[in-house]
């Protein structure tokens, strides 16, 4: 699993961005997803999911601002950011979450992209 993730950035409270996740597997269309942020100082915390069948879970915090989605025919996960607060400023990752024998589900991590939101 490799994944890519893009489309941080500066934005001001308020204002949109959308982040993208490319995987270079080839098992993403059975594969659940997952938007993960870290802020300085603080834990990595779940954003939102998506199952490979398309269903969504979504932290309270950012419930009916973001929205997760994926493009089976891209290998493509996308997190749009809407209503944007300070508080949602992190280094956003995105994971493929992996069911291995022996191990449960595990985490695949890209790289991570910053979001940082100016008050």
């Known amino acids: 699993v490799q994944l890519q993730a893009s489309g941080g950035g500066l934005v001001q409270a308020g204002g949109s961005l959308r982040l993208s996740c490319v995987d270079s597997g080839n098992i993403f269309s059975i594969t659940p997803m997952g938007w993960y942020r870290q802020a300085p100082g603080n834990q990595r915390e779940e954003v939102a999911t998506?199952?490979?069948?398309?269903?969504?879970e979504y932290a309270h915090s950012v419930e009916g601002r973001f929205t997760i989605s994926r493009d089976n025919a891209k290998n493509t996960v996308h997190l749009q950011m809407n209503s944007l607060k300070p508080e949602d400023t992190a280094v956003y990752y995105c994971?493929?979450?992996?069911?291995?024998?022996?191990?449960?589900?595990?985490?695949?991590w890209g790289q991570g992209t910053l979001v940082t939101v100016s008050s």
């Open positions: 994971s493929a979450i992996i069911w291995e024998t022996g191990r449960g589900w595990v985490n695949y």
């Open positions: 998506i199952s490979a069948d398309g269903s969504t």
